[in-house]
């Protein structure tokens, strides 16, 4: 059954859901809006493997355990990588419920609809909501790339069939780096989402030349950009966190980046 959703507003989007009885959507907790009466919630730190429906005993309680171990193990995952350690579950009872979800940023949202055959990645924090049909993880890219690259160290993952709701701050751009000889570079903070079968990967902004330097010193982005590779969708954002955040610390009197900006640039706690 395909999930009724609905993303409304414009600087600062939500997604309204409606469940049908027997429906199941879950959330990152600190993404829930409101919901009807009718609509229960149920926190657990459990991912939504198996539909996000409790496992059964598989074998007494050596199940029980590998149960638990698992749990503590998905929660241990999710905490290194910077994000949640629970999910909040939502389902209709007695009829049709509502409930709304939104990002943290002000900025678009965006619901895909995964069909089994492709997984989805996304930057963290992008995880919105998604129907329990479709299963959440964290996907490492690798020590060289992640130091160098920042953004893409660790990325979110979604697999199965259904609905997810994502989020980024600005405006969303859908590109398909086929259409433009097969490969894009971009800003390590402007990808939000791309397809499976996409290559992602980062790069050293010029040589360690003068005009290397002056793009890495000067240019406000530092030493790396991100490349993306293959044919498939990739969503990019207009607006980056890092630039959110210094024009938030401009307006506070606190701004010490000056007229270089990329290396140069320093944040106050």
């Given amino acids: 059954m395909t999930l009724q959703q609905e993303i409304v507003g414009n600087a600062m989007q939500m997604a309204v859901v409606s469940l049908s009885p027997g429906q199941t959507v879950y959330c990152e907790a600190g993404k829930f809006l409101f ?39 998905q929660a241990g995952q999710r905490m290194l990588a910077g994000e949640s350690m629970a999910f909040q579950y939502f389902g209709a009872q007695g009829g049709e419920g509502t409930v709304g979800f939104a990002g943290v940023l002000p900025g678009e949202m965006r619901a895909l ?34 130091m160098s690259g920042g953004e893409g160290f660790v990325l979110e993952k979604f697999t199965g069939r259904g609905t997810v709701i994502i989020a980024g701050a600005g405006n969303f751009i859908d590109l398909n780096p086929a259409d433009f000889g097969g490969r894009i570079e ?47 969708r990739v969503i990019l954002q207009s607006l980056t966190i890092e630039s959110l955040a210094n024009a938030l610390r401009k307006a506070q009197g606190g701004d010490k980046q000056g007229p270089t900006g990329g290396l140069f640039s320093t944040h106050q706690g």
């Fill in 186 to 232: 971009v800003d390590t903070g402007c990808v939000v989402a791309f397809e499976e079968g996409i290559q992602y990967g980062v790069q050293r902004v010029g040589g360690l030349n003068r005009q290397g330097l002056m793009n890495a010193v000067f240019g406000g982005e530092g030493l790396s950009l991100a490349t993306l590779e293959g044919d498939g």
């Fill in 35 to 73: 919901k009807t009466t009718n609509v229960t919630m149920e926190t657990r730190l459990s991912g939504p493997s198996n539909g996000g429906r409790p496992q059964g005993d598989g074998g007494g309680m050596g199940g029980m355990l590998r149960q638990a171990m698992g749990t503590a193990m």
């Fill in 113 to 146: 609809e995964l069909d089994g055959t492709r997984a989805w990645f996304a930057e963290k924090d992008a995880f919105v909501a998604a129907e329990s049909t479709v299963d959440f993880g964290i996907a490492f890219q690798g020590g060289r790339t992640g």
